[in-house]
């Protein structure tokens, strides 16, 4: 079992104060950046939101000198904190449409463009809890089990969420893409 860099606050001061801080901080924000930036941009749909949300949640992090068993430990309170500041900018702001330049869907074909365009879109319009089921489970390879003991949820109702929203993109998208 790992243990975290962020054990106590005693550890969480000598790692503000001591010369390898930088690296460490480093270390921790370069090992779960990618995961927690995907889970707010599910949420939101933007990068600038994801971006700004990302960055909250690590300044938080160090902010409140969490202490984790390991490092499994650390990545799913991660999560959770995206998900709430997810939550809290929907609370807040007022959502206006922002249309992202993809460079590389200027290179796919147009069929690809559609079809990327209809999956992301048919994805935006599950429910988040069932989007974020998702990518945890395709993206990030996380056991169902495992969602559900993070997301502090049953493992029937995460099976459940998982077929749901499979069945919902079928009917969606349609067999050929769903394959």
């Not at 971006?51 to 390991?70: A, G, M, P, R």
């Not at 200027?106 to 209809?118: A, E, S």
């Amino acid at each position: 079992m790992k243990k975290s860099l962020l054990t106590t606050n005693k550890d969480f001061v000598e790692i503000k104060s001591s010369d390898h801080a930088e690296s460490k901080i480093a270390e921790i924000y370069n090992r779960h950046v990618d995961t927690v930036y995907r889970v707010c941009f599910s949420m939101t749909g933007n990068k600038q939101d994801a971006e700004d949300v990302t960055q909250t949640v690590f300044i938080k992090l160090l902010e409140n000198s969490k202490s984790f068993v390991d490092a499994e430990h650390e990545k799913a309170w991660l999560i959770t904190a995206a998900q709430n500041r997810c939550r809290d900018l929907h609370r807040k702001w007022w959502r206006k449409k922002v249309v992202d330049l993809d460079v590389h869907a200027i290179m796919r074909t147009d069929t690809d463009i559609l079809q990327h365009r209809d999956v992301e879109e048919n994805l935006r319009k599950l429910p988040s809890m069932s989007r974020l089921i998702l990518y945890l489970h395709y993206y990030e390879g996380y056991k169902l089990a495992e969602i559900a003991n993070m997301l502090k949820l049953n493992l029937n109702t995460v099976k459940t969420k998982i077929r749901n929203a499979r069945k919902r993109l079928k009917l969606e998208i349609g067999d050929d893409v769903y394959e």
